[in-house]
């Protein structure tokens, strides 16, 4: 769950939130998309399969170190 509440969902490391519910299933939204404008999303039908996507993310997946550099 996210701190607001709402079904998370992991998906090739990376963390959706349930944004709406579709004419097939659901669109799952990247829990990026507000501090990274990240525009990737997921489709997902009632079953769970991918029905559209787009999983480009301007960002790395959750748990992986960012690339800054430490002195």
Not at 9 to 33: A, E
Request: with cysteine.
């Amino acid at each position: 769950m996210t701190s607001r509440g709402k079904e998370r969902l992991v998906f090739r490391d990376f963390t959706y939130y349930k944004q709406s519910r579709t004419r097939s299933g659901f669109r799952w939204g990247c829990t990026k998309n507000r501090w990274h404008r990240c525009k990737a999303y997921l489709h997902l039908a009632d079953d769970m399969t991918i029905v559209r996507s787009n999983m480009e993310h301007t960002h790395s997946p959750f748990g992986t170190p960012s690339r800054k550099q430490v002195p």
